[in-house]
Nanobody, 117 residues
Framework: QLQASGGGWVQPGGSLRLSCAVS????????LAWFRQAPGKEREFVAN????????AYAASVKGRFAIFRDSAKDTMALEMNNLEAEDTAVYYC????????????WGQGTLVTVSS
């Protein structure tokens, strides 16, 4: 029901856009988040927003470099990542929770982002 895409290899300072396609959910009253997990590290929150793209929130480590928004043309939730650093290398996952609920119930399969020279 969640399909993440757009990962790949990029040099430091470069940009990538990830997309998360959501389908089959009974309602659009959800919050979509991006998480990431680097090798040997725990999964961490990156950004989230309401399904419409309203009220985006970011981890301190990506604020000012990443942007989460609704791509209406593609009907997906995008994560635009700019000025990428080696520390951004990770598998990125999109996840959905219902508004008013703290647990993320639905998860995508993950897409790998590698930042290196």
């Amino acid at each position: 029901q969640l399909q993440a895409s757009g990962g790949g290899w990029v040099q430091p300072g470069g940009s990538l856009r990830l997309s998360c396609a959501v389908s089959g959910l009974p309602s659009n009253q959800y919050i979509l988040a991006w998480f990431r997990q680097a090798p040997g590290k725990e999964r961490e929150f990156v950004a989230n927003a309401f399904w419409s793209g309203r009220s985006p929130a970011y981890a301190a480590s990506v604020k000012g470099r990443f942007a989460i928004f609704r791509d209406s043309a593609k009907d997906t939730m995008a994560l635009e990542m700019n000025n990428l650093e080696a520390e951004d290398t990770a598998v990125y996952y999109c996840a959905v929770r219902w508004t008013g609920v703290s647990r993320y119930e639905y998860w995508g399969q993950g897409t790998l982002v590698t930042v290196s020279s």
